[in-house]
């Protein structure tokens, strides 16, 4: 009876350190995602900004 619980504590640890991991990754896949998405909408800012800057230039 022993060794049962010897193996239980040593595959209860393995999926704790499992879910631990994966945590760990899906919450920096989540960074990266919304780094992108940051990215993205301050090109698309400073590409609108440019262009009101250019028409407001011509009309001047």
Known sequence: MGSR???A???SMRI???CAIGSAVSLYMVAVERQAQNR?????E???AMES???NGKDG
Not at 40 to 44: E, I, P, T
């Open 9 to 11: 504590d040593k595959w």
């Open 16 to 18: 704790l350190w499992a």
């Open 40 to 44: 993205q909408r301050m090109l698309a």
């Open 53 to 55: 800057g250019e028409s």
């Open 46 to 48: 400073e590409l609108k």
């Open 5 to 7: 619980g010897v193996i």
